[in-house]
Every structure is written in C-alpha cells, then in structure tokens.
C-alpha cells in the first residue's frame, strides 16, 4: 500500500474543447434513496469549496473511501495504484472504469489485489479493508483504447465486496438523468503533489463545463488530481450522480461522466 501510485486516466480533451452547452436527458429523472437519509447536511455544515474532510465518520463520507489495487500496462509490467470509491449497497461499490480495468479491451486488463478501505486516514482503517472479489465496468470502457474512443463518457466501475460492514459506512443514494444545473460535492483521496493521499478531500461546487462524448462529461472546479478517481459525485447531499473521472492538467477542473439511462442499467446489474 505504501509503495502505491495515483492512478491517473488518459485524456485527449483540452481546455478549449470544454463549452456550456448543456445537452438535455435521454429519460425522465429517478433516484433511489440512501440508507440514512440525511440530506441537510450541507446547509447544517455550511460546506463551500475544497477542503478537508472533518469528520470522516460523518455521513456521507463514512462511505468514501481509498483503493488499493495493481494493473498491468499492457506490457507484462505491474504497477500499484490507488484509486477512490464509495459504498453503494450491502456487497458493491463504485469506482471509475479506469481503475478497474486499463481498457485495452483484453482480460489481462483487469486490476487484481483489490482493497477497499472506507474512511481511510493515515493509514488507518476504521471501517476495516473490504477485499473485492469482482469488478465489473462498461462495455465502452473495456474497449475505448482498442477503438480509440473517448471512452470517459462511460467511465465507472462496480466492485463486489467479500466482507463488507455497512453499519459502519452507510450507503449512498443513486440518481441518473439529473439536470447537469447542480451543486455537486466530489469526494476522493488525491495524491499527486500538494496532496499526498492520507487525507480525504472535498470539493463542492456548482457546475462549471461540459466536457464532450455521449453521454456529455462535465466538470466542476476543483484541484483534486491523482488518486481521487472515482470518488464520488454526489447531488443532494447523499446520492451519486457521477464520479470523478479526469482532470484538464493545470485548469483546476474535475470532470465526471453523465449518469443517464445506461448508468442505471449499470448500477442494478449483477455481477
């Protein structure tokens, strides 16, 4: 764990590709609740821009937390990373396609050693460290360096976990074909300079860009980087609606992919 690195994802977007027009949903708008159903936490909280998270323990970042796993370039060589996610139900959680498999479309892609540890902080595990046993991402992800596509539209992640303890976490609501129009609270465990990947970090900011693809990515300001992806993005307080994805290297924005219709298939699929 302490010889991982921040797992960054390819980007071929640029600043200047970014705009705002904002592309309508592709289906009426639903959401399933949360396990605690604590939606006022935020205006209690008065929580604006970055941060620290304090405390950790307090929902919802009870169910966030810091990935530790291994992938392969491609090319025989292995490599330690880290990643972010979040608990979704009793036995899954949600990460980013990148960080589950490198997306060259062979199996040989897929990330192994998989520790998920909630509530991370210096090294200290006090929700425990959950093994996943299985991942799961898109079909546009898998492939999106075999068709050289811009397979971030569709970069998510599930994991299942073998031991889970959810009384500890909580879990997190989900909501797709949202209005792009909102307030999002990105959480994630950054760790290229200045952050080092102990602490977790938050953002919470309005919508700032569309990216491109389809469905259309879009990005808030915020200056997390590596080893924050697949953190949440969260609406509301409690419900993921998106997950941090890439960033524009030196513009201070964090782009997620649009949960729309296919997202929802994905989050009630089985393994």
């Excluded at 941060?51 to 490599?79: C, L, W």
């Excluded at 009793?90 to 050693?113: F, P, R, V, Y």
């Excluded at 929700?127 to 397979?151: A, H, M, P």
């Amino acid at each position: 764990m302490e010889q991982a690195i921040p797992m960054t994802p390819d980007t071929k977007i640029r600043p200047s590709e970014a705009t705002m027009q904002i592309p309508k949903p592709d289906g009426p708008a639903k959401s399933i609740l949360d396990t605690l159903h604590e939606p006022d936490f935020l205006s209690e909280s008065g929580i604006l821009g970055t941060g620290e998270v304090n405390p950790y323990s307090q929902y919802p970042y009870s169910a966030v937390g810091k990935i530790f796993f291994r992938q392969s370039d491609g090319y025989g060589n292995v490599q330690n990373y880290v990643c972010s996610g979040s608990v979704i139900s009793n036995n899954e959680i949600w990460t980013a396609g990148h960080c589950a498999h490198s997306g060259n479309g062979l199996s040989t892609g897929w990330s192994t050693d998989m520790v998920f540890v909630p509530q991370y902080y210096e090294g200290q595990a006090p929700c425990g460290q959950w093994t996943i046993s299985q991942l799961k991402v898109s079909r546009d992800w898998y492939e999106s360096k075999v068709f050289n596509t811009f397979g971030n539209d569709h970069d998510y992640a599930k994991g299942l976990i073998n031991n889970p303890n959810t009384g500890c976490t909580g879990t997190l609501g989900f909501a797709f074909n949202q209005d792009y129009n909102q307030q999002y609270l990105s959480i994630g465990y950054p760790a290229a300079d200045p952050y080092t990947g102990q602490r977790m970090i938050f953002c919470h900011e309005p919508l700032l860009k569309m990216g491109r693809g389809t469905p259309t990515t879009f990005g808030i300001s915020c200056p997390m980087n590596g080893g924050a992806s697949g953190g949440p993005f969260l609406i509301n307080g409690n419900t993921l609606n998106g997950n941090n994805s890439y960033i524009i290297p030196g513009a201070n924005e964090l782009y997620s992919p649009y949960f729309d219709s296919d997202a929802w298939d994905f989050f009630v699929s089985t393994f």
